[in-house]
Every structure is written in structure tokens, then in C-alpha cells.
């Protein structure tokens, strides 16, 4: 590929941060000075944080191209240092072309200025000339649609009003470049179809966007092609569809213990062991006829606690095709420490042949998610030709407390 067909090159991009564990709150100057001279020679110890890790791509002048990944994965610090806002620890990066930027609301905004000024500054910022802003000014406020709130400081505009003007001053401006995080989640629904068909038109007119959702059908809908990052590393680059599939895990994979895959993210409560159709590991095998799904949970509580089960179901592109939540009248709550085990049965909808995603939750209603396991349980079902439902039945749901001589039926380990 030669640089005259390259809007973006990038190589060996990595980005590293430093993390301070154990260091004591320190509210004053005084009680830092004290603290030091309490422990001269304390030294906390430093993590070093890979953000992103040696990723190369190259992305062809009029590209729509998709960044896939989960939260934490690197892609809002790729578009940082895209954007020339972050610098790279190391690597190297090459935008063929003047670049706009969306990341985040309010960004490259003063709050102080009024929305016809920060109009004028972004397009400065943009290296644009005030006669080529005059031209685009009438048609970004029409865009934007805060004619009313024009000569109003922007620190008093509402989130969705802050960015419909970030997105109508990037994309109308005509960089050659265009950058969108997920901001748009922001606005609602007519917007969101506005822009996306803005960025439809943006595209067709032969500039190159960058565009980063967790909405699969709006990028199936815009980009053709997609990367995939995970823990700061590019782990696939191609199609959307292949990229979607890869993104929530349809590759090659090795079974692992259901319980590995919740992720403790409250003191509370541990999962300890888990079971769907009383099997212990992460592959599920449906029959044809079989739409029954059985969950056994042995949880342990550190505090008293009242939860329920959530399920949901996804199929390959990522989409939710059926909810399931038995109702808080089927919670239960019980005092102190101890085990307790979850027991339900699921009516699956009729669903078409193919492999699917189950995600286990176990929440406190109405306040928290205790312990989550996204997309835990890979389900490969024979199914139907085609499906007939999109919701999930329960036939039962139990909370049964367990003494210490449950444990071997609870399916908990030895020790």
C-alpha cells in the first residue's frame, strides 16, 4: 500500500502508565511532610500499566473503520494519542490529513465561551480559516439545533446539547480525518440516527472515519471493516462481522470452570461454585428438543444479603435476543455470614441452529450487581430452523441456605 492511499499509520504504538499501590491518603501538605518524615526511606511499589502494547495498522484513505473492544481494552486511549492528546510511551503514528475529534463530552470546548465561539475556536483548532468556518456555520447550527442557546456559554448547555454541537463542528468542518468515541450514547434515539447518517455521508465523501461503539448493529450498519483490541493489544482485524464474532469470544476456545468466569467486584458476596445443566465447565450442548436450561449456584455471603438471577441470552453478532429475571418476590433474605445456594430452571425461546452466549448475574435488586460473569456460558444449539421467541420463561426459583455439611453436595471444594 503506498502513502499516497494511507490516512492513518501506526506502529509499535504502545502506552504505559505508572500505578502507586499502598500510598496514604495524604489531605495537606502537612500530613505529607509528617509522613515522610515518619518513613524516610518508604518507597510504595510502582505497577507498571500497559494501556496498549506494540499495535500496528494501516487504515486506507475514505475508510470507515470500527474499534471493538471491551471496557478497558485501549481503544479511548488509541484515539487519545490519534488525536494528539495523549503521547505515546513508544511507537510511532502518521495521520495523513487534518484531524476531528469527538471523544468525549465537552471535549476541546471552553465552558466560558458561548456556542458561536467555541464554533470559531474548533475550527481554528482544526486549522481551518475563518471564511471556510463562515461557510459551515449556518449548517452546523441547523445540525445541532441550538439556534436559541447560540450566544449562551456553553457551561450551562445539558450533556445531549454540548454534543450535538461537538459532533456538528467535527463532522462539518471537513477534516480530512474523523474521530468518534462513544459520545453518541449520550443523545437519543433521532439524534443517534442522525449522526450515524451524517457519518454515512462524511464517508461516501471520501474522508476516513474512525468510529468506536458497543453498538454491534450501528457498526455492522457503517463500517465495513473493524479492529478489535483487547487489554491493549489489536487481537483480530478485518470484517465487522468477523470482528463482532471474535469481540464476544465465538473462536477458538478451551473449556474452563463456569465459577472462573465471575469476576468479585464487591466484598460482600463470593460465587463459589457453578452449574448449568449439571455441568461444571463452559460449554453447554443443546438437543433440538432440549430448551431447558438448569442453574446451580453455591454462593457464600459475608453480610446479610438478598439477591435474585438474571440471565440473558446473545447470539454471534452480539445481540440480546432473550432476558430472563424470576422477580424480587422470589428473593429471599437471610442474616449473618454463610452459604446459600440458587437454583432455577429456564425456559429458552424457540431459537434457530447456531452458537449462542449465556450471561449469569447474581444482583442485590435495585441497587447493585454483586457478582457478573458476562457471557459465561457458550451455548451451541441444534434448535430449530428458524426462531419463534425472543422472551425466557422460569419454571422455579429456590434460595436454599446450606450448613457446613452441605458442602459436598453443594459441589464446593474440598477445602
Known amino acids: 500500500m503506498s502513502n499516497s492511499e494511507i490516512a492513518i499509520s501506526v506502529r509499535g504504538l504502545a502506552k504505559t502508565y505508572s500505578i502507586t499501590h499502598g500510598a496514604p491518603k495524604r489531605t495537606t501538605f502537612g500530613d505529607a511532610v509528617m509522613e515522610r518524615l515518619r518513613h524516610p526511606f518508604k518507597s510504595d511499589p510502582i505497577e507498571t500499566f500497559w494501556a496498549l502494547k506494540d499495535v500496528s495498522f494501516d487504515i486506507k484513505k475514505g475508510e470507515v473503520v470500527g474499534i ?9 486511549t488509541l484515539l487519545k494519542i490519534l488525536s494528539r492528546i495523549t503521547e505515546p510511551t513508544s511507537g510511532r503514528i502518521r495521520l495523513y490529513g487534518r484531524v476531528g475529534s469527538l471523544l468525549e463530552v465537552g471535549t476541546g470546548f471552553h465552558p466560558e465561551l458561548t456556542g ?18 463562515r461557510r459551515q ?36 468542518l471537513n ?41 454491534m448493529v450501528a457498526l455492522r450498519a457503517l463500517c465495513p471493516g473493524s479492529i478489535v483490541l483487547s487489554k491493549g493489544q489489536v487481537v483480530f482485524s478485518g470484517r465487522t462481522s468477523d470482528a463482532i464474532r471474535h469481540s464476544v469470544n465465538f473462536g477458538q476456545h478451551t473449556s474452563h470452570p463456569i465459577v472462573s468466569h465471575f469476576r468479585k467486584i464487591t ?70 455470614s454463610g452459604l446459600f445456594r440458587i437454583c432455577s430452571t429456564i425456559q429458552l425461546p424457540s431459537i434457530a ?19 457478573d460473569a458476562p457471557r459465561a456460558v ?33 459441589g464446593l471444594p474440598e477445602n
Not at 453518541?184 to 474522508?207: H, I, T, W
Not at 441452529?353 to 457478582?371: E, F, M, N, Q, S
Request: with cysteine; proline share 4%; hydrophobic share 40%.
Open 353 to 371: 441452529k447456531g452458537r449462542y452466549l449465556l450471561d449469569l448475574r447474581v444482583t442485590h435488586p435495585g441497587i447493585a450487581v454483586w457478582a
Open 175 to 215: 477534516p480530512e480525518i474523523l474521530i468518534v468515541d462513544e459520545v453518541l450514547a449520550v443523545g437519543d434515539a433521532e439524534f443517534q440516527k442522525k449522526c450515524l447518517g451524517k457519518m454515512g455521508d462524511v464517508a461516501a465523501g471520501g474522508r476516513t472515519v474512525l468510529f468506536v461503539s458497543h453498538n
Open 267 to 336: 466484598p460482600h458476596l463470593d460465587v463459589v461454585s457453578a452449574r448449568v445443566n449439571g455441568s461444571e465447565v463452559d460449554t453447554v450442548d443443546l438437543a433440538s428438543n432440549d430448551r431447558v436450561l438448569t442453574v446451580d449456584l453455591v454462593c457464600r455471603a459475608h453480610s446479610p444479603v438478598l439477591v435474585e438471577l438474571e440471565a440473558r441470552v446473545v447470539d454471534e453478532q452480539g445481540t440480546p435476543l432473550a432476558y430472563f429475571n424470576p422477580g424480587y418476590r422470589d428473593g429471599r433474605s437471610h442474616s449473618g
Open 116 to 133: 458561536r465561539e467555541n464554533i470559531y475556536l474548533n475550527g481554528a483548532i482544526l486549522g481551518m480559516t475563518r471564511p471556510e468556518i
Open 137 to 172: 456555520f449556518d449548517a452546523i447550527v441547523d445540525f445541532a439545533e441550538v439556534e436559541t442557546f447560540l450566544d449562551t456559554p456553553v457551561k450551562r448547555y445539558s450533556s445531549g446539547m454540548y454534543v450535538r454541537l461537538a459532533f456538528a463542528v467535527a463532522a462539518h
Open 378 to 410: 457458550r451455548l451451541n444449539a441444534e434448535g430449530s430452523p428458524t426462531a419463534t421467541g425472543m422472551t425466557m420463561d422460569y419454571r422455579d426459583f429456590a434460595f436454599t441456605l446450606l450448613d457446613g455439611n452441605s458442602r459436598i453436595s453443594a
Open 68 to 76: 471493538i473492544g471491551r471496557n478497558g481494552a485501549g481503544k479511548s
